[in-house]
C-alpha cells in the first residue's frame, strides 16, 4: 500500500475556471475526508464520506464546492467558478473502519487561483 | 467544539540547541494526538502519534509528550538543524474528526 494520493500536486487556475481534485484513498480505508489549508493557518475540516456517503459538510463548504465519492474509491472534489479565495492546499485523508480518528493524510494538491 | 493552539506562533534558534513546541486543546475527550511537519508549499508529514492512553512517543531526536488531563501537548526536538526548520503542526483526533492548530514556524539558524 502506497498511502493517500492526490492529483494534481499543482493546480493554477484562472478566476472563474472550474477545477476538479481527485483522491485515492488507503484501499480498504472506508472513511475519507477533505481539508482545506489557507497560508498561515491549520488545515480545516471541510466534509468526509463513509464508503459512498456523504456525512458531513463544514459550512466552509459553499455551494460552489462538490465533492463525491462514486463506488466508495476514490473521490473528487469539484471547485466551480474559482476566486482568489479559493486558493489554498487541498488536503485528503482516510481512515480504517472502526477507526476514524485514525486519518492518514495524503500530500495535498495546492490550488492557485489567479 | 475542539479548539488547538500552538505557542510560539514562531521560534528561530541556533543550531544545536534543544527546544520545545507547546500544543494546548480545549476538549480532553480526544482519541489521539499527531504531530506533523510541513515544508514551504507541501503537504503534510508525519512525524509522531500519540494514543490517547499514551503520555509520550520517541522518534529518533523528536519526542512529544501528551497530557490529556491538561490539555497540553509538546514536542521536544534535541540538537536542532538547519533540516529541521519548517512549520510543525498539532493535530487532535477527536471520534471523527481531526482539529488542528495554526503551527509553529521553526527556523534554525547555522
Known amino acids: 500500500d502506497t498511502g493517500v494520493s492526490q492529483d494534481p500536486r499543482h493546480k493554477i487556475t484562472k478566476r472563474g475556471q472550474n477545477v476538479t481534485f481527485r483522491c485515492d484513498p488507503i484501499?480498504?480505508?472506508?472513511?475519507l475526508y477533505w481539508y482545506r489549508q489557507t497560508l498561515g493557518q491549520g488545515p480545516e475540516f471541510l466534509t468526509y464520506?463513509?464508503?459512498?456517503?456523504?456525512?458531513?459538510k463544514s459550512r466552509l463548504l459553499s455551494d460552489r464546492f462538490s465533492a463525491e465519492r462514486p463506488k466508495g474509491s476514490f473521490s473528487t472534489l469539484e471547485i466551480q467558478r474559482t476566486e482568489q479565495g479559493d486558493s489554498a492546499m487541498y488536503l485528503c485523508?482516510?481512515?480504517?473502519?472502526?477507526?476514524?480518528?485514525?486519518?492518514?493524510f495524503g500530500p495535498g494538491t495546492r490550488l492557485t487561483v489567479t | 467544539k475542539q479548539e488547538v493552539t500552538q505557542i510560539p506562533a514562531a521560534l528561530s534558534v541556533p543550531e544545536g540547541e534543544n527546544l520545545v513546541l507547546n500544543c494546548s486543546f480545549t476538549?480532553?475527550?480526544?482519541?489521539?494526538l499527531q504531530w506533523f511537519r510541513q515544508d514551504p508549499g507541501k503537504g503534510l508529514t508525519s512525524l509522531l502519534l500519540?494514543?490517547?492512553?499514551?503520555r509520550e512517543q520517541t522518534s529518533g531526536r523528536l519526542n512529544a509528550s501528551l497530557d490529556k488531563s491538561s490539555g497540553r501537548s509538546t514536542l521536544y526536538i534535541a540538537a536542532s538543524q538547519p533540516g529541521d526548520s519548517a512549520t510543525y503542526l498539532c493535530?487532535?483526533?477527536?471520534?471523527?474528526?481531526?482539529?488542528f492548530g495554526t503551527g509553529t514556524k521553526l527556523q534554525v539558524i547555522p
Open positions: 484501499s480498504e480505508h472506508n472513511r
Open positions: 500519540i494514543q490517547s492512553s499514551q
Open positions: 476538549d480532553s475527550a480526544i482519541y489521539n
Open positions: 464520506f463513509q464508503n459512498e456517503a456523504q456525512l458531513e
Open positions: 485523508a482516510s481512515s480504517p473502519s472502526g477507526r476514524p480518528y485514525e486519518q492518514y
Open positions: 493535530a487532535v483526533g477527536g471520534y471523527q474528526k481531526v482539529t
